[in-house]
């Protein structure tokens, strides 16, 4: 039996775990009636239905090392999924990050390899924390549209010290630069940037405020490198940049508290990849559940013996908290709630705990077939080891938490 993406769970404990939506509870907070958050639990019930079928359709791995094939990117675009956060003027849907969610939990569930989390999730996330303007509005129209494709260059791992640096040009950085702006720093682990089209670098300007740099990967001074990593499902590079010279205008300040404004954003990744992190943990289950009742030893499903049953029970546990806990902070970042930094902290320190755990309790019971590069399940769990690691390791999401308990300027997503 395959564990790949798309394994249907049967009725009892592994169907009770696939049909809960990530954000369905979540994206009721801005509902004012009874009638608004049916409404809303029916749109995210199409949305989630959409979503699965046509990734389950679309998901899968090629040629003689069964390299993952990433989603086509106009089919996302086709979909509306890509400018689900654009404001309708701009051509987008209007929606907000509850229905994201739904998305990246859905991706999470196919271990799909694609570029969404780094341009329509961290791109339009960033964009839309900035000032408005003409360059800032045409590009959210583009990335609506699959026009443009965007990375975010901003701390991934647990020092989230800002890498780079912008401070004006003089005609010594480059012929004619006065007026510009010469930028310099180096990220690690930017999502989905050896395939940008244009890149945004969070960056600290000479005075230690953060604004935004629009580059893009073939201007002078700037590099973008493939990283490998465990999980071959998605796409990670370095960005190296080194003297580039822009123009004011792609130099970007955020609309409201720079701080915050870049805070709110890792919350965003931190919060994006622990969506993820469930969708997978609910395959994983749903894939052992349907297995057990399948696999016969001495003549009878292993499902039948009580090791199995109580392991099974514990995955569902695992991902009956963990949804209650991202809902929590799918709910707070949806509505801009001031304190979801808190409830970001405690989905990720966990989910993405459990999906590594539910993850490798699956491989444990599908037997011999686990370890098997055909049988799947290593697809999961190397998709959940790196999401554990991404945007803070649980590690320092409890020591942020912990930090509400001490000084405000021990928190050390603040410092």
Known sequence: ????????????????????????????????????????????????????????????????????????????????????????????????????????????????????LGSAVLGVGALRLLEPGAGRDELLAAVAAGEQRLAVALPAGDDVTIPFHVRPATPGDAPGAGGGARVDGTAGFVLDAAE????????????????????????????????????????????????????????????????????????RAALAVACDCLGLAEAMLEATVDYAGTRRQFGRPIGSFQAVKHACADMFVRISVGRELLAAGVAAVASDDPQAGVAVSRAKSYVCVAAVDVAGRAMQLHGGIGYTWEGGVHVYLKRALLGRALFGAPAAHRARLAARFAEPADDPLTE
């Open 1 to 116: 039996m395959s564990a790949g993406p798309g394994t249907a769970g049967p009725a009892g404990t592994a169907g009770t775990a696939g049909t809960a939506g990530t954000a369905g509870t979540a994206g009721t907070a801005g509902a004012s009636t009874p009638q608004d958050v049916d409404d809303l639990r029916e749109l995210h019930r199409e949305l989630r239905d959409v979503a699965r079928d046509m990734l389950r359709k679309t998901t899968g791995r090629t040629g003689d090392d069964e390299a993952p094939v990433p989603v086509d990117w106009s089919l996302l675009a086709g979909s509306g999924w890509l400018g689900l956060e654009v404001p309708e003027e701009l051509d987008g849907a209007g929606a907000t990050f509850a229905e994201v969610a739904v998305v990246l939990h859905e991706i999470g569930r196919a271990a799909a390899s694609s570029g969404y």
């Open 196 to 267: 940008a089209d244009q890149l945004l670098l969070v960056a600290l300007d000479p005075t230690g405020v953060p604004v935004v740099v629009r580059v893009r990967p073939d201007d002078p001074g700037v590099t973008v490198t493939g990283q490998p990593v465990v999980d071959e499902t998605r796409s990670l590079g370095t960005v190296t940049v080194d003297g580039a010279v822009v123009d004011a205008g792609s130099v970007w300040q955020f609309g409201t508290d720079p701080q915050e404004s870049v805070r709110r954003l890792l919350d």
